[in-house]
């Protein structure tokens, strides 16, 4: 298990951006792919974006969000811009140990952080 611990959630206008931020505590950290999910109420735990052996992101934050990651401080980045209402959510930070496969599901990722909460207001 990688001990995931985000951080940068907040609450912003409509069309601001955000960055957060996922501190792993795993020392071969550049072999693991790494993702950002989102929660919102009443839903199941949704994709965001992944970095594996290339990245990823879901048709909904395309061109408006970016992961990144630096594997000299075993960080990865989620940088949002021109932010909706609709991004409101928990987001998580997760990993696995395979970066090739199956990217964007949630099932597939064995350690998770606690989440932090995005709010977006109009």
């Known amino acids: 298990q990688v001990q995931l611990v985000e951080s940068g959630g907040g609450l912003v206008q409509a069309g601001g951006s955000l960055r957060l931020s996922c501190a792993a505590s795993?020392?071969?950290?550049?072999?693991?792919?790494m993702a950002w999910f989102r929660r919102t109420p009443g839903k199941e735990r949704e994709f965001v974006a992944a970095?594996?052996?290339?990245?990823f992101y879901a048709d909904s934050v395309k061109g408006r969000f970016t992961i990144s990651r630096d594997n000299t401080k075993n960080m990865v980045y989620l940088q949002m811009r021109s932010l909706r209402p609709e991004d409101t959510a928990v987001y998580y930070c997760?990993?696995?140990?395979?970066?090739?496969?199956?990217?964007?599901?949630?099932?597939?990722?064995?350690?998770w952080g606690q989440g932090t909460q995005v709010t977006v207001s109009s």
């Open positions: 795993e020392r071969t950290f550049s072999g693991y792919a």
């Open positions: 997760a990993a696995k140990r395979e970066i090739y496969t199956n990217l964007s599901s949630a099932t597939e990722y064995h350690s």
């Open positions: 970095f594996g052996w290339s990245t």
